[in-house]
């Protein structure tokens, strides 16, 4: 697994990290049953706050794609599967916009509108 933040993005650190856990979901990388790294981990590794993980994992817990548990860390759940399926509809879904002619800042608008319906 390999997560990333960029500080200097507007979005928010915790949001970046539940944003690259769910990638990593769709992308096959993590599977339900992975065990996250631990904050403390996580957080020295991208020298950010352990609180800061904290909201990211909780983040995640409230979706129902993690399971956190004292002495047993965060590991993904078996709804975390449904992800993945993203990851079958995504390949398809930008050669038909990339036949069309729809560059990747017009598709990621057309999903971001999508999304706020």
Known sequence: MFLTV???SPTPL??????????????????PGSRLPSAKELAESLEINV?????????LRD???????????AVLTAQAS?????SLDLPRLVARARAA???????????????SR
Do not use: M, N
């Open 51 to 59: 609180h800061t993980v904290l909201k990211a994992y909780a983040v």
């Open 101 to 115: 002619g729809v560059g990747p800042a017009a598709l990621v608008a057309l999903i971001k509108e999508e999304y």
């Open 14 to 31: 915790f949001q970046q990290l539940a944003d690259g856990v769910r990638a990593e979901v769709i992308r096959g990388a993590l599977r």
């Open 63 to 73: 979706e129902g794609l993690v399971d956190l548990r004292r002495g047993r860390g």
């Open 82 to 86: 449904s992800l993945g399926d993203l």
């Open 6 to 8: 960029d500080p200097s």
